[in-house]
Every structure is written in C-alpha cells, then in structure tokens.
C-alpha cells in the first residue's frame, strides 16, 4: 500500500537520516550527494553527469520547478559549478505482451500520469514511496587493485506497472568514468516475467540530436525522416548488434550528436511562437555528445539501437496542433535506446561527454 506522498513523516525523516549518516564513508572525490533525508533526489559528480527523481530538479532554472513530469529519470551534466538538464530516461517494460511507460502510465497512488520512483541505499529494503533522497548513495571502491577509484551507487524502485512488469534498477557511477551512468535492471519476486525492460532516453530534441553513429554510417535523422510534419513520433527500422560501433576496448556503443555548431544549437527563433516555448531552448554552454554503451562480453543477441523522432517539439499531449512549433533545423532524434531481451542483472551504460565521438571511440 502506498502511502500518501506529498506528507513527509517527521519520526521518518529523523529514522532516514540515522541511516544516512551509518552510510557515510569517506569520499575523496566530488560527489554530487544530498545532505541528509529531506534533501533533493539528486546525486552525480562534479565534472559529470547527474541524475535526479521526481519531484526534484536538477536544473535550478525555474522557481518551484519539479524537474518535469513524473516516472522519469532526470539526466544531467554539472561543469563548472552548475548543473544542466539534458535528458530524461523513462522505464518501460514489456510483459504480457504489452509494453508500459513509466511516465504515462497511471499510478496507483492517485491515477495521475507518471509512476512513483524511489530511492533506497539497500535492496533489500525497498520501503515505499519517499518525496525526497532517503539515501546518500553508497561509496564503494570497485577496482580492488585501485582504491583511488570510488564508485557512488544506489537503487530506485518503483510502483508495479499494469501489465504486470515490476522491475527495479541499481544505478551507479564510477569516478574514472564520471560521464557515465550505470544502469542495471532486475525484478521484484511479484512481476510477471518480463520480455524485455527498456531503458529509454526519451528527450534527445532538446539538443537536436540528428546524427547516430553506426559501424559504417552515419544515419541522419533529417533525411530518414524526409517530408515529416506531424505533430506526433515517427519510426523506422531498428539496427541490430552487428551494426553496433566497437571501441578501442571493444564495448559495444551507440552515439548520438547534434548536427549543429555550438552556435546555431544556442540560437532560439525570435518570433511569437517559440516565446513560451524557451524551456526547449539549449542552455549549456557546450556541445555534448550522447551515447549508449554495452560490455562485448555480456550481451544477448536480440541486442539493438532503436531511435524515433520529432518534426515539433513535445507539448505534453496536446490534441491541438496550434500548441507545437516546428525543432529549428528539421526534424531530430527524440526516443534513443538499446533494446534487449531482459535477463536480471542485464546492463546499460549512458553517457553525456564533451568529448567527440573519435575520442569516445579511442578512450572507452
């Protein structure tokens, strides 16, 4: 049952932070970690990505700002003392032969769009619905042969999807790869088996992501979706393993980059259209480029990129065609992921790098 969630309990506020302090370490690297129980559901490195829950943000641009909708992972990027909101990754497993997502799909608490996720530091003790961190994340040290290498780790869970499908995630980051997110997926002993659980990066148009990066092409999302003008998604075919890039260590990746110069991709329309519609406009003041990783070794064959795209920006479901405005430059890649068919414990790196895509191949 859950509880409400807009109430914070004082007797566990005061239970959560004895738990956070059993957790502390000490930590020689910057981490991004909340003070105590009640702080923002935000955790990352300096100098790399951040990842945050509903109902906080991790990108202080609006006053009150909940970070967007519900059932969504915050993704960002923090340089130079601030934070910036790139990303969203949305959960969507499929069961039963029906696929759910997580930030559509009602919840049960209050049947509103967007499911419930939570943060724990054990999981084991998955508890319920918590509207802050109730954990620091744990530090660890992964290289036994290197203990200058922290990892900061934690566990969300989350409210059981309607097809059945109750799975849970272990993320984590590790400091010699601090523009990465780790991400591994496994299920509660009440889901119904699970076909796959796809961990999907669902807003590649806020940096007009045109350019996906294959083994022996470069696939342009303005001319795979040529003449499009809708107000909806459009999809094309999937690109199987095989056509996966290889790295100079030989991981298996995915890369997405914006076709646009830092300049053009800073630029917003001056006309009456795009004035309420600024939060789509790039903030950073840097290019990143954005990618989907897979250890070589441990892989299912079904593995496969599959991307959608977006001819207007998103204006939360609108009927109403007057409320889109046109992505400047054509149309962009929106959905970007790896699908694979789920095993417990299966693996998903993603990353948001300054670094372009040669120097990504050669250094991971």
Same mark, same amino acid.
């Given at each position: 049952?859950?509880?409400?969630?807009?109430?914070?309990?004082? *007797?566990?506020?005061?239970?959560?932070?004895?738990?956070?302090?059993?957790?502390?370490?000490?930590?020689?690297?910057?981490? *991004?970690?909340?003070?105590?129980?009640?702080?923002?559901?935000?955790?990352?490195?300096?100098? +790399?990505?951040?990842?945050?829950?509903?109902?906080?943000?991790?990108?202080?641009?609006?006053?009150?700002?909940?970070?967007?909708?519900?059932?969504?992972? =915050?993704?960002?990027?923090?340089?130079?003392?601030?934070?910036?909101? *790139?990303?969203?990754?949305?959960?969507?497993?499929?069961?039963?032969? #029906?696929?759910?997502?997580?930030?559509?799909?009602?919840?049960?608490?209050?049947?509103?769009?967007?499911?419930?996720? /939570?943060?724990?530091?054990?999981?084991?003790?998955? +508890?319920?619905?918590?509207?802050?961190?109730?954990?620091? +994340?744990?530090?660890?040290?992964?290289?036994?042969?290197?203990?200058?290498?922290?990892?900061?780790?934690?566990?969300?869970?989350?409210?059981?999807?309607?097809?059945?499908?109750?799975?849970?995630?272990?993320?984590?980051?590790?400091?010699?790869?601090?523009?990465?997110?780790?991400?591994?997926?496994?299920?509660?002993?009440?889901?119904?088996?699970?076909? =796959?659980?796809?961990?999907?990066?669902?807003?590649?148009?806020?940096?007009?992501?045109?350019?996906?990066?294959?083994?022996?092409? #470069?696939?342009?999302? =303005?001319?795979?979706?040529?003449?499009?003008?809708?107000?909806?998604?459009?999809?094309?075919?999937?690109?199987?393993?095989?056509?996966?890039?290889?790295?100079?260590?030989?991981?298996?990746?995915?890369?997405?980059?914006?076709?646009?110069?830092?300049?053009?991709?800073?630029?917003?329309?001056?006309?009456?259209?795009?004035?309420?519609?600024?939060?789509?406009?790039?903030?950073?003041?840097?290019?990143?480029?954005?990618?989907?990783?897979?250890?070589?070794?441990?892989?299912?064959?079904?593995?496969?990129?599959?991307?959608?795209?977006?001819?207007?920006? /998103?204006?939360?479901?609108?009927?109403?065609?007057?409320?889109?405005?046109?992505?400047?430059? +054509?149309?962009?890649?929106?959905?970007?992921?790896?699908?694979? #068919?789920?095993?417990?414990?299966? #693996?998903?790196?993603?990353?948001?790098?300054?670094?372009?895509?040669?120097?990504?191949?050669?250094?991971?």
């Amino acid at each position: 049952m859950l509880k409400p969630f807009l109430a914070i309990n004082t *007797i566990a506020l005061l239970l959560l932070t004895g738990n956070i302090q059993a957790q502390e370490t000490q930590a020689v690297v910057p981490w *991004i970690r909340p003070d105590h129980a009640g702080s923002p559901a935000v955790w990352g490195i300096r100098n +790399g990505i951040v990842v945050g829950i509903w109902p906080s943000a991790i990108e202080g641009n609006k006053q009150s700002s909940d970070g967007g909708p519900r059932g969504l992972l =915050r993704i960002g990027y923090e340089w130079l003392g601030m934070v910036y909101h *790139i990303n969203y990754l949305a959960i969507e497993p499929v069961a039963n032969g #029906k696929m759910e997502f997580s930030e559509v799909s009602p919840s049960q608490a209050d049947a509103r769009w967007g499911k419930l996720i /939570w943060a724990a530091g054990d999981s084991s003790k998955p +508890g319920s619905f918590y509207p802050s961190a109730s954990t620091r +994340g744990i530090i660890s040290h992964p290289d036994p042969n290197n203990l200058a290498i922290e990892e900061l780790s934690l566990y969300l869970f989350m409210e059981k999807f309607m097809n059945g499908a109750h799975p849970y995630l272990r993320l984590s980051i590790r400091s010699d790869r601090p523009e990465e997110l780790c991400i591994e997926i496994f299920h509660q002993d009440d889901s119904a088996p699970m076909e =796959r659980c796809a961990i999907t990066a669902t807003m590649g148009n806020y940096a007009r992501l045109r350019w996906l990066y294959l083994q022996d092409r #470069k696939i342009d999302s =303005r001319q795979l979706f040529a003449g499009y003008r809708e107000t909806g998604f459009i999809e094309k075919e999937t690109y199987p393993a095989g056509q996966m890039l290889r790295t100079a260590k030989g991981y298996l990746m995915a890369i997405a980059e914006t076709n646009e110069s830092f300049a053009e991709l800073a630029s917003w329309p001056q006309e009456p259209a795009y004035w309420s519609k600024w939060s789509w406009r790039y903030r950073p003041f840097y290019k990143l480029t954005q990618y989907w990783r897979k250890e070589q070794s441990r892989f299912d064959p079904s593995l496969q990129i599959r991307v959608n795209g977006r001819a207007k920006y /998103w204006s939360g479901g609108s009927s109403n065609p007057n409320n889109y405005v046109d992505i400047p430059g +054509g149309p962009a890649f929106e959905n970007f992921e790896l699908r694979e #068919k789920y095993y417990p414990g299966q #693996k998903f790196y993603f990353g948001i790098s300054r670094k372009t895509v040669q120097q990504l191949l050669h250094d991971l």
